[in-house]
């Protein structure tokens, strides 16, 4: 299936390693050319590196840091240069599974709680902000939003917050920016492989979702694709669980 994203000029943030990577090198298999960032330089330079390989498409990277402003500011502007403009936007830049892992409410240190609302759902928004104008310049664009499963679980409260946060963010935009073909989108993987996944926690995956595996990233990264494409119009505002099922669970 021809995804029509040849030309498309992309940024992806959290691009150095895990999803984030795994999404930019699919955005390039499909045509597009891509700008990565993340706070870590030596990283960052290091997944470009990995991503030139086998492709003509152009890869840029660019550090930033999406809890500062003038750095976010500083990143679109650089990935305009590099691209000559803009048309989808990928926040992936958050911990995996957040920094805060108190599991009761006398645990939650507030510091933690605030970085991780900060660096999640303020960075997502920053960095939306941000490339909005560029992306309405064209009229037509893409947001995605990578959250996670944690949003339908108690236990983590600080984990569950920051993706739903995620979601109503996504909602808002989408309510915005779509009226002026700016389609935004949220996605929400469960556990999922990438270069730092042992094999305990690939088999307490398996157990957890009604595929009876873990998902790897780039099977994250094709919906992501998908969702980026002008194939994809008729989705705005949603958010997609990709976990691999959640057996017993029905959402409405």
Request: proline share 2%.
């Amino acid at each position: 299936m021809d995804l029509q994203l040849t030309g498309k000029r992309a940024l992806v943030t959290g691009g150095s390693r895990g999803i984030g990577k795994a999404i930019a090198q699919r955005l390039l298999q499909e045509g597009a050319d891509v700008v990565i960032a993340a706070r870590g330089a030596t990283a960052l330079e290091t997944a470009a590196a990995d991503l030139r390989r086998g492709t003509s498409r152009r890869v840029a990277a660019i550090a930033a840091d999406t809890s500062n402003k003038d750095s976010v500011d500083a990143l679109v502007a650089g990935a305009v240069e590099a691209l000559g403009g803009l048309d989808i936007l990928v926040n992936a830049a958050a911990l995996p599974g957040g920094i805060s892992a108190a599991t009761k409410l006398a645990d939650i240190d507030d510091a933690e709680a605030l970085l991780d609302i900060d660096i999640k759902v303020i960075g997502y928004l920053r960095t939306a902000r941000a490339a909005a104008p560029h992306l309405l310049e064209g009229g037509w664009g893409r947001i995605i939003n990578i959250g996670g499963l944690a949003i339908y679980k108690t236990g983590r409260p600080v984990a569950t917050l920051r993706n739903v946060g995620v979601t109503a963010l996504t909602k808002s935009l989408a309510d915005e920016l779509g009226p002026q073909g700016v389609n935004v989108v949220a996605i929400h993987p469960g556990a999922t492989r990438t270069e730092r996944t042992d094999a305990a926690a690939e088999a307490r995956a398996a157990e957890g979702n009604t595929i009876g595996r873990i998902v790897d990233a780039s099977e994250i990264a094709a919906v992501v694709a998908f969702l980026a494409s002008p194939l994809a119009d008729a989705l705005n505002g949603e958010a997609l669980s990709a976990g691999g099922g959640s057996a017993g669970v029905i959402r409405y």
